[in-house]
């Protein structure tokens, strides 16, 4: 299914008059305060999300998953549900692609499909937390810090491939995510394991392009429950420094324990030129994989903050690689993915409004009160009028929700793939 510029546009007509109307006072509302409106409407039309080849689906949890119908059951239908996406938001211009669920069988037909949709590659994901069918070795002891040789070569030389596969698509960055590190204590040597995972991602780095980067993903526990290799941001950093300096720390926001300053953590990565790529959720208690802004929008806001002045003040640091990273066990994905889309340009927005030589001023002065009342006035701007504004300038919704609704996507996704297609994924 291809959603059209004129069914958007013949959906948009009903919705101008009141959009003209909040649109002309939101710009009048900034515009009082000195603030251009128009340069920040700019902004977030420019500012493109990829989104994961895994998160078309159905997710579910260890107790069960529930279906949705119509699922996307390959790769192309799969570039399709992100060209929808991308039809109705102008924000989901790229894909991330997870090997091997989602490795091309015909590389030509694949680019042709994503660029009929405007979508390019993104960064590729490998994957050395499951055993795939074919596997010689089994991961269940790790990959990157297995103890064996053997089981450590086989996980380098599938993220090899990866990048192989993704240099064929146009793709420029690989991430690692490991799920390395052990349930129980005594489990693993912790100087080993670590030891061994540094000497392995410095082999994957070696053999990168010259022109590609390496994000190294973090998290505190799960699937391990005792401890994790790669736990926090300062062993990232520490992985990312030794292999040198196209290797870059990924923040996502699950991966941290509750109430984690993490909006500090993007601070500290950007004044060292660090952070490299940036997963999107939200989540109550641990990585719950949650719609973005769902839970802690205010939390999302100040990351904002520290990422929109990260990206002005810290010209060492690399163009940032944005993707969603949630799953769907209970919401139609892509509603869910509507959702968090609207909830990222939302927090960057917001964190445009900041006024930063006043917020500077105020802390030179210690005026506690003055930091606050300027950060809370930014979050607390409705910048919807903006975000419907870009997103009629490019042809796509005022109100994606609305439009997807009003064309009953998923029931014609149901009749094309059926009821019981299956993605692949989490
Ligand atoms: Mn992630």
Sequence with gaps: MKIEKQQIASLNKSKKAE????????LNQLNSKGIDGHAIIQKIKDFQVAIPSWALGA?????????YGGEPSNLHEKLDD????????????????????????????????????????????????????????????????????????????HNIEVAKIGEKLGSK?????????????????????????????????????LDWRMFIEYKPYEPNFYSTVIQDWGTSLMLANSCGDRAFCLVDLGHHLPNTNIEQIVATLMLKGKLGGFHFNDSKYGDDDLTVGAIKPYALFLIFNELVYGMANNANNPDLAWMIDASHNIKDPLEDLIQSLEAILIAYAQALLVDQDTLRAAQQDHDVVKCQEILQDAYRTDVRPLLKES????????????????????????????????????
């Design 173 to 209: 960055s690989l991430t690692v995510w490991l799920a390395d590190g052990a349930t129980f204590p005594g489990q693993s040597n912790f100087q080993k394991a670590l030891q061994n995972t540094e000497n392995s991602l410095k082999e994957i780095y070696k053999e990168l392009p």
């Design 82 to 157: 992100i060209g929808i996406l991308h039809a109705l938001t102008n924000t989901a211009g790229s894909v991330s692609l997870h090997i091997p669920w989602d490795t091309p069988e015909d590389y030509d037909a694949t680019k042709q499909i994503a660029a009929s949709h405007n979508i390019t590659f993104d960064a590729v994901n490998s994957n050395t937390f499951q055993d795939q069918k074919d596997a010689k070795l089994s991961y269940k002891f790790g990959s990157l810090s297995n103890s064996e040789d053997a089981i450590r070569n086989q996980a380098i030389q």
């Design 391 to 426: 997103r009629l300038q490019a042809d796509a919704a005022i109100d994606p929700l609305a439009v997807y609704r009003d064309l009953n996507v998923r029931e014609n996704l149901i009749n094309k793939r059926g009821n019981d297609s299956i993605a692949s994924g989490l």
């Design 19 to 26: 959009h003209t109307v909040q649109l002309d006072f939101a």
């Design 59 to 67: 997710g579910g949890t260890r107790f069960g998953r529930f279906s």
